[in-house]
């Protein structure tokens, strides 16, 4: 009741709300002129640099992934040619395996008792010619794809990396993978 009796004690003197609040025009256009103000300081001040920041993460973030992107296609390529590789050795060991398999059968024809020991001796000798490439070859394709696997893992547990460290990281796996 109180708060009411004093704003119809106010009308009721006939004086101005504003003026007897103290506003004045002069004070109003002061304010507007330090709210402008304000408003653009903190763009400038704030709004800027901030978006400024928030793209320099996207870039950042973008240049993740295509450095992501690229490896795992480096990783497709490597192991699609460890297949081919592995499927020309099986084709290598077949048509060993033929021609081996081939001279015997001539050979039994002329001497049979003769021929069957030196069948015998090259099918043993050819079996571990290609148990041994089967070793070398698996071998070989196994440390690949543990160096490879290796590398992409030291990628993905990594925690934080300065960007020159990052750099560093992939110069040295690329010089590494050119060697090989």
């Not at 119809?8 to 304010?31: D, Y």
């Not at 996207?58 to 992934?65: A, F, N, S, W």
Request: proline share 1%; charged share 35%.
């Amino acid at each position: 009741m109180d708060y009411g009796f004093a704003v119809n004690r106010l009308l009721a003197s006939g004086g101005n709300i504003f003026e007897t609040l103290g506003i004045t025009w002069e004070s109003i256009v002061l304010h507007l002129f330090s709210l402008i103000v304000l408003t653009v300081g903190l763009y400038f001040l704030l709004f800027r640099p901030v978006k400024k920041m928030i793209k320099q993460r996207q870039e950042k973030v973008q240049k993740i992934e295509k450095e992501n992107a690229d490896l795992n296609e480096e990783v497709k390529q490597m192991k699609s040619s460890s297949a081919k590789v592995l499927s020309e050795a099986k084709k290598e060991a077949a048509a060993i395996h033929e021609s081996a398999v081939k001279v015997a059968n001539q050979k039994a024809d002329e001497i049979v008792s003769e021929a069957r020991e030196r069948a015998k001796t090259l099918v043993e000798q050819t079996q571990r010619e290609m148990d041994e490439e089967r070793g070398k070859l698996r071998s070989e394709i196994e440390k690949q794809i543990a160096d490879v696997s290796v590398a992409v893992a030291e990628k993905v547990i990594e925690k934080k990396l300065t960007p020159e460290d990052n750099r560093a990281l992939i110069e040295k796996c690329l010089e590494e993978w050119s060697k090989e």
